[in-house]
């Protein structure tokens, strides 16, 4: 029997929601058997017309004499640039339908071929180039410090801070050939010239004959004084004695088959309305998340940003952690922990654009010079207008340098375990995707607007960070589908381990807002959990913070609203509003991790039900901290219904820990009945049934299985133990 208790609504409100229930074979019917490959992808392009722009690079245009070496494009491969090499691309034996855009593949290989012969030839490798960290910024050396800093557009430099008096006069620095600044200063009677965390800055004289201060481009960590209101951050020289330094404990867990992942912010991770820090999120948050049976944790805002309410997109200082919450050493101590706790570490990395402060930020470099001696694109080329952010030039050299270097320093000085690349879209079209409808078109993109120099960018990214750590897991957040992003650099895709299912929590918002609940569609349903490309992995969510961003609310704020502050309580009966809230609360974030993507992500809080929304400290809100915080002592508080999803949230995970069946390729959706309101999948060695009518109950409903034999429940969403009636206890 499948049952759901049909409860009638009240006013406007749907009636109440069941049961979703999954079964699986009891032990001793366990067979083996050949996984059944699911060929999902987007609907056929049409059109075959391509051309690429005559826009060239000075890169490209110097490395025109390449003659097809052989170049590694990842750790287990070669590619080559002979033209038999680049007509038999491995991703048309994948998707034959990219065939008509063959020129714009061979076009951004070739371009990426050549751009690593290039670091090959005047940096020695890949390897050597990206540990720009070692060159730039201050470095130790015997005897005296080293800095370094690229600003071809400065006419005169100088290094300032508290070890100077901040006058530079003595600290003039000296520019060579290629623009870059260096100045060597020694030690004092053995000692350092500028004390372990001690103010610096870069002073420079640009054309207009104007002196300016600013935070060093690679600086490892910049503060600012709290007691003044809007004051600007400091650059500050970190080099801890060896006794303050944090030494790694723990080896990096073994990659999970599947990431089920937990995306958090340290800084609103406290009960408190307050900032928290790296530590007490270590000690008190990633035990909560290690006992959800999640495997890893993806950290957003951990690169400095001047502006707090930026959730940490606007970076400043992409070398530097974030100050709010602590220290270098002490964000090092919080990824040992999870490390100890069996949980990768993921960090939301933001290449796709920089915060336009002057003051702070790399945007302080750019004086109005041209674009090949600035980080960033002159003109509207070089802006975003919806962010109000500069946007990088992936064709200049001295940026390339930079951002590689960012990755690797993110991998070997803190033991990150891979990446979430935030704002893929944005990179990888001219356009940005504003106000661009992508429908799946295949001439959407490859043409003129594909941004080939930051497809090159990421390519040669995902080659270096899988070189570094072939384990590492990697994302991208592109919400345009993008055919290749996905697939390997030696196939000629851009070589991600997964895309972010993008598309499937608008849907969910757009039934939870403007659908009644006779007016869901399970073919839609399960058609937009399912829609993406054949062998590009993807990481589905119900919600992350984007849908709880000021102006929205959580997904279980949506389904029970106001009754979340009175009707939560497990003393009382629920009402039909919160007891259909909690169903489809369970039922949504489950059938999308089971059937939407090869990986998995919740945001924290979202896991138990978290209420309202999220708002940063702002003028708008007098500077309040009361919608930028966790109210764990929801879940805490055993007579609270939080606790039931909480639990489900724990057991689905565990599922996942038992049967792995995000890994599995095999996937069939048998049934999707928008009659009975019924969807009935296999995934794995499980068979998934979710009854979504908000009245009928259904005894005796047949359900298609791969292979006969007796079922067991594995799991129900209808159980006592997570807030539900305890209907399901059956076999098939």
């Known amino acids: 029997m499948i049952n759901c208790l049909g409860l009638y609504p009240l006013i406007s409100a749907p009636s109440t929601i069941a049961c979703t229930t999954h079964i699986v074979r009891s032990k001793q019917y366990l067979a083996t058997q050949k996984p059944v490959n699911l060929a999902l992808g987007y609907r056929n392009p049409h059109g075959y017309g391509f051309s690429f722009g005559s826009r060239r690079s000075i890169h490209e245009r110097v490395s025109s004499h390449f003659k097809g070496i052989a170049v590694m494009t990842d750790d287990k ?57 070692l060159k730039f910024g201050f470095n130790r050396e015997e005897g005296g410090i080293v800095y370094c800093e690229w600003a071809p557009a400065a006419q005169e430099a100088q290094i300032i801070g508290d070890f100077n008096g901040w006058d530079g006069s003595n600290h003039q620095m000296e520019k060579n050939q290629f623009g870059v600044w260096s100045i060597r200063i020694p030690d004092t009677d053995g000692n350092s010239a500028i004390p372990h965390n001690s103010r610096v800055k870069f002073r420079f004289r640009h054309g207009d004959g104007v002196w300016v201060d600013r935070i060093p481009a690679w600086i490892k960590y910049a503060t600012v004084d709290p007691t003044r209101f809007a004051a600007p951050y400091d650059g500050v020289y970190w080099d801890p004695p060896l006794s303050e330094r944090y030494q790694f404990k723990y080896p990096r867990p073994p990659k999970p088959k599947a990431p089920r992942i937990y995306e958090a912010h340290v800084g609103m991770s406290s009960f408190e309305p307050r900032i928290n820090s790296y530590r007490e999120f270590a000690d008190e948050i990633l035990p909560r998340i290690r006992a959800n049976n999640y495997n890893t944790v993806q950290l957003m805002a951990v690169m400095e940003h001047s502006y707090y309410a930026s959730f940490g997109y606007h970076v400043t200082n992409f070398f530097a952690v974030s100050s709010r919450s602590g220290t270098p050493e002490d964000l090092k101590y919080l990824i040992d922990k999870a490390h100890s706790l069996g949980l990768q570490v993921l960090m939301d990395v933001i290449h796709s654009h920089a915060s336009n402060n002057v003051t702070d930020g790399l945007n302080g470099f750019d004086v109005g010079q041209t674009s090949q001696d600035s980080y960033f694109h002159t003109g509207d080329r070089g802006y975003h207008k919806l962010w109000d952010s500069r946007l990088f030039n992936y064709a200049n050299w001295e940026v390339l340098r930079f951002l590689l270097s960012n990755l690797r320093w993110w991998l ?30 295949y001439n959407e993109y490859f043409s003129e607007a594909t941004d080939v120099d930051a497809v090159v960018y990421l390519m040669l990214a995902n080659c270096l960070i899988h070189s570094i750590l072939p384990d590492a897991t990697v994302i991208a957040e592109d919400v345009s589908g993008m055919p290749g992003l996905g697939q390997p650099v030696s196939d000629g895709g851009i070589g991600f381990d997964y895309r972010l299912a993008m598309a499937i929590p608008d849907k969910w918002i757009d039934y939870l807002k403007n659908k009644n609940d006779y007016a869901w569609s399970m073919k839609e349903i399960s058609w937009s959990l399912t829609n993406r490309r054949y062998t590009e992995k993807c990481v589905s969510y119900a919600e992350s913070h984007d849908q709880a961003i000021v102006g929205d609310k959580t997904v279980a704020f949506l389904l029970m609203d106001e009754e979340m502050y009175s009707g939560m309580s497990s003393l009382v009966d629920a009402s039909p509003i919160v007891e259909r ?36 400290p702002r003028e708008g809100n007098g500077w309040s901290y009361e919608k930028c915080r966790r109210q764990w002592n929801l879940v805490d508080t055993d007579h609270l219904r939080y606790k039931f999803m909480n639990a489900f949230d724990r057991a689905m995970n565990l599922l996942d820990d038992k049967f792995s069946f995000l890994a599995s390729t095999k996937q069939i959706v048998s049934s999707a009945d928008d009659d009975d309101k019924v969807i009935v999948f296999e995934r794995g060695d499980l068979i998934f049934v979710f009854n979504f009518h908000p009245e009928n109950t259904y005894e005796g409903y047949k359900v298609g299985c791969d292979l006969p034999g007796k079922y067991r429940v594995a799991l129900d969403s209808d159980a006592w133990e997570f807030g539900g009636r305890g209907r399901a206890n059956w076999y098939l």
Do not use: C
């Not at 071929?113 to 540990?131: R, W």
């Not at 070997?412 to 078109?441: C, P, Q, W």
């Open 77 to 133: 491969s070669t590619m080559s640039s002979t033209e038999e090499d680049l007509e038999n691309i491995g991703i048309f034996h994948i998707d034959p339908s990219l065939k008509p855009y063959k020129d714009h593949f061979k076009y951004r290989l070739k371009r990426y071929v050549d751009q690593k012969k290039l670091i090959e030839e005047y940096e020695g490798g890949l390897e050597e180039f990206s540990q720009g960290y």
């Open 581 to 616: 809230g909690i169903a489809l609360q369970k039922m949504i974030h489950f059938i999308t991790m089971a059937l939407g993507g090869e990986g998995y992500l919740n945001f924290m809080g979202n896991e138990f039900g978290h209420p309202e929304w999220i708002d940063f």
């Open 412 to 441: 070997e000085e803190f033991k990150f375990d891979g990446f979430r690349f935030d704002g893929v879209t944005s990179m990888l079209y001219h356009h940005h995707g504003i106000n661009i409808a992508f429908t799946g078109d």
